[in-house]
């Protein structure tokens, strides 16, 4: 059964451009395919079936390769 990805992104930061990058290394790298949410606030997390496996947070935004391992170790 395949695992739901979620990567919620802050419009008005402009993380769309990362939300995208990363959805499409999990896609070609993983074969999953992620739901883009917007929101606000400065949010950018990835989440696996409902688990924040990714966050920004005041000392770090993750790379697109660090997000791609994490998901891979959650499938």
Do not use: W
Not at 3 to 31: D, F, S
Not at 49 to 61: C, L, P, Y
């Amino acid at each position: 059964m395949k695992k739901q990805v979620i990567i919620t992104y802050c419009k008005p930061c402009g993380y769309i451009k990362r939300a995208t990058l990363v959805a499409n290394a999990l896609l070609e790298k993983l074969n999953i395919k992620a739901e883009l949410v917007a929101g606000s606030g400065g949010v950018f997390k990835v989440e696996v079936d409902g688990k924040i496996v990714a966050q920004r947070t005041r000392e770090h935004i993750p790379d697109v390769d660090e997000i791609v391992d994490l998901v891979s170790g959650e499938i």
